[in-house]
């Protein structure tokens, strides 16, 4: 059965028997798990289990646990940490290992709950102009910095059996506008998107999963990254970028037109999935419809990057937050 090329949301706790039927149907390569979806550990375990036993397969489920503002588990399910930025900031020249360590936590407690990916590191260059959507979310703003920090978090979910997704390709940091609620468009020339927001992803290039950016780049082209395949045709040659690439999810503002015609821009321009949250059953049912199946590219690229799931290397859970607590002179936790 062909593999959709798509990354899907539930409405609750548990999965409707409609919910149930489509994914059967649909056969989405993964999903994405929000706060909506989270009560306690075994109902966590008991949805991932519902999601892969849906699609037959060990599929990979994601979620968006930064730390700072963008975290769905809380609270006792999860520690509650600083933005990425002030975590950075208060590490100083510690700040790569604190990283580590904080990610490899985060890791630990994703793995435990059924969750093998993560959607981070940020690779997005932080500056004075950055939105305030994005900002804290960022590890700093040098290239080289940002390329050791970003290492860093991936490393330490690799280590920890969680696929990390690189974000946002081929660079958010130049937007000054909220890409979930206006298309931002960045004016900066070609030369220095490659000397600073690209170099980081170049960098980078070797890591399984990557998400695009909802912005214009007006050196390359005049339509959203996501839905045009100059950029994407870029991220590919230029970067070097050869990871299993998804969109940043299509319910944002940023793209306009139905969610439908956003997804298959998206694949017509090379994204190999497609990433859409937030939206009733019958908006899904278009949005899979419309994303088809994955390519034999794609799937050769998903293969690689599920190849790199892994169990979990031991971890000393006391030894670590006693290390990192050290670390961050004992401001680790919100």
Not at 27 to 45: H, K, M, S, T, Y
Not at 139 to 159: C, F, K, N, P, T
Not at 243 to 272: F, V
Not at 278 to 305: F, I
């Amino acid at each position: 059965m062909a593999i959709g090329a798509c990354i899907l949301d539930a409405d609750g706790l548990r999965l409707t028997p409609q919910e149930k039927s489509f994914f059967r149907a649909a056969d989405p390569f993964g999903f994405i798990l929000f706060a909506r979806n989270i009560e306690c550990r075994d109902q966590v375990r008991a949805l991932c289990a519902e999601l892969r036993e849906a699609v037959g397969r060990d599929c990979l489920i994601t979620i968006d646990q930064e730390g700072g503002r963008v975290q769905r588990l809380r609270s006792p399910l999860a520690r509650d940490w600083l933005p990425p930025l002030e975590h950075v900031a208060r590490a100083g020249a510690q700040a790569a290992r604190a990283m580590y360590l904080r990610y490899r936590l985060i890791a630990q407690e994703l793995h435990a709950l059924g969750i093998d990916s993560n959607c981070a590191p940020v690779g997005d260059l932080a500056s004075d102009a950055t939105h305030p959507f994005l900002k804290n979310r960022c590890y700093g703003d040098r290239v080289d910095r940002v390329i050791a920090l970003a290492r860093a978090v991936a490393e330490a979910h690799l280590d920890g059996g969680v696929l990390p997704v690189l974000k946002h390709i081929p660079g958010h940091g130049r937007a000054t506008a909220d890409s979930h609620k206006d298309l931002p468009r960045v004016a900066a020339s070609l030369a220095a998107l490659q000397a600073e927001d690209f170099a980081v992803f170049t960098a980078l290039n070797d890591l399984p999963v990557g998400m695009t950016a909802h912005l214009v780049y007006a050196a390359l082209d005049p339509l959203p990254a996501t839905i045009s395949p100059e950029v994407m045709a870029m991220i590919r040659r230029d970067i070097g970028f050869d990871g299993l690439m998804m969109t940043d999810d299509i319910s944002m503002k940023a793209l306009s037109g139905t969610p439908a015609q956003s997804a298959a821009s998206a694949r017509q321009a090379g994204c190999d999935l497609v990433l859409y949250c937030n939206a009733s059953l019958e908006d899904r049912q278009a949005v899979a419809e419309a994303s088809g199946a994955m390519d034999a590219a794609g799937l050769a690229r998903a293969e690689a990057a599920l190849m790199r799931r892994q169990n979990p290397k031991p971890l000393d859970t006391e030894a670590t937050e006693a290390e990192l607590t050290a670390l961050m002179g004992g401001k680790v936790y919100v």
